[in-house]
């Protein structure tokens, strides 16, 4: 299946690794140039190598933090010097840090927004001058499933990304006449270094053993599995692609079934 982005330009943040480096390599694989980014030089230049190995596509990392509304900018206005446009924008951050509400102060609140609300907000509207000039645009902002069915331990994620599934809802309505459509991917859980550091602080708080964990996990996911980036990859590859135009405020959990509601 053609899904219509070849040549176009995509911009993947967080992509040093996880769901955010599979998703770059999906989109290399389907013929778009991509920017990746991450805080870390190194390994964003190391990832972009090994994906552009792999696809023998156009990849180039970019070292950003997604906080800092000025590196954003930044980050937007050389990549569309190089790449000469952004039409497909893929907003993705690490998650905040797994707990309870006495764990965290004010201050791990206020982080938790700057690292995955606002860095959606600051990318999104740097992104979109371009895109309303070209009259085309695919915005996927990747947040969670505990944006819709909270997780007892995760009040930091729960919050913040709730507040993004707001924000895109919204701002599809007002950017769909300029052929831009904005949703959000909610995974659930999958194999990347996050689900791993939730089974150490399973173990941390003394709730049983790695073992446990995941047993205990598999037993709420109706699949009976967890999920594989290239899984997630793909379905984010569909909603940047020009098939997908009608599809626009959506929020699509990838999850195995894990979610139980309706709506």
Same mark, same amino acid.
């Given at each position: 299946m053609d899904l219509g982005i070849r040549g176009k330009t995509a911009l993947v943040t967080?992509?040093?690794r996880g769901l955010g480096? @599979?998703? =770059?390599?999906? $989109? @290399? *694989?389907?013929?778009?140039?991509? =920017?990746?980014?991450? &805080?870390? &030089?190194?390994?964003?230049? &190391?990832?972009?190598?090994?994906?552009?190995?792999?696809?023998?596509?156009?990849?180039?990392?970019?070292?950003?933090?997604?906080?800092?509304?000025?590196?954003?900018?930044?980050?937007?206005?050389?990549? @569309?010097?190089?790449?000469?446009?952004?039409?497909?924008?893929?907003?993705?951050a690490g998650g905040p840090p797994a707990g309870m509400h006495h764990e965290f102060s004010m201050d791990d609140y206020r982080s938790a927004l700057e690292l995955n609300l606002l860095s959606t907000v600051n990318l999104c509207y740097e992104a979109l001058p371009g895109m309303k000039d070209r009259r085309w645009g695919r915005i996927i902002a990747i947040t969670s499933v505990a944006a819709k069915q909270p997780l007892e331990n995760l009040i930091l994620?729960?919050?913040?990304?709730?507040? *993004? $599934?707001?924000?895109?809802?919204?701002?599809?309505?007002?950017?769909?006449?300029?052929?831009?459509?904005?949703?959000? $991917?909610?995974?659930g859980y999958t194999k990347t270094e996050r689900v791993e550091e939730l089974a150490k602080k399973f173990v941390a708080d003394g709730k049983g053993s790695e073992e446990d964990f995941y047993d205990k996990l598999l037993e709420s996911i109706p699949a009976g599995r967890i999920g594989t980036p290239e899984e997630f990859a793909?379905?984010?590859?569909? $909603?940047?692609?020009?098939?997908?135009?009608?599809i626009n405020g959506v929020a699509l959990q990838v999850d195995g079934g894990f979610y139980r509601g309706i709506i």
């Open positions: 967080a992509a040093s480096w @599979s998703i =770059a390599e999906r $989109l @290399s *694989v389907e013929g778009a140039k991509v =920017a990746i980014c991450s &805080r870390d &030089r190194e390994r964003i230049e &190391r990832a972009a190598i090994k994906i552009q190995e792999s696809t023998g596509g156009y990849v180039r990392g970019y070292a950003a933090d997604v906080t800092d509304h000025e590196a954003i900018r930044e980050l937007v206005r050389e990549v @569309s010097e190089v790449f000469g446009s952004i039409e497909i924008l893929v907003c993705n994620s729960n919050t913040a990304r709730a507040g *993004v $599934l707001g924000f895109i809802k919204t701002l599809s309505n007002q950017v769909a006449q300029f052929g831009i459509t904005v949703n959000s $991917l909610c995974p793909m379905a984010a590859a569909f $909603l940047a692609s020009e098939g997908a135009g009608y």
